[in-house]
């Protein structure tokens, strides 16, 4: 189980695998694990690890 977004989440993969799931797209969003900035080319190479602390932010545009 890790932490996403405050919630708890049954996961199991690497960065894009999550964001596969929760349907959004790298180009739009920002991933920190445990308060840290992963960078998007790492994505298919981080794996979460159980406990770990997920936020996934999104960005939106507008004007």
Request: proline residues 0%; hydrophobic residues 40%; negative net charge.
């Amino acid at each position: 189980m890790i932490f996403l977004n405050g919630e708890e989440y049954q996961f199991k993969g690497n960065l894009m695998d999550l964001l596969k799931i929760i349907g959004l797209s790298k180009d739009t969003v920002a991933i920190l694990v445990n308060s840290e900035i992963i960078k998007k080319e790492d994505y298919n190479f981080y794996y979460v690890k159980e406990g770990d602390y997920v936020e996934v932010i999104s960005f939106v545009g507008g004007g």
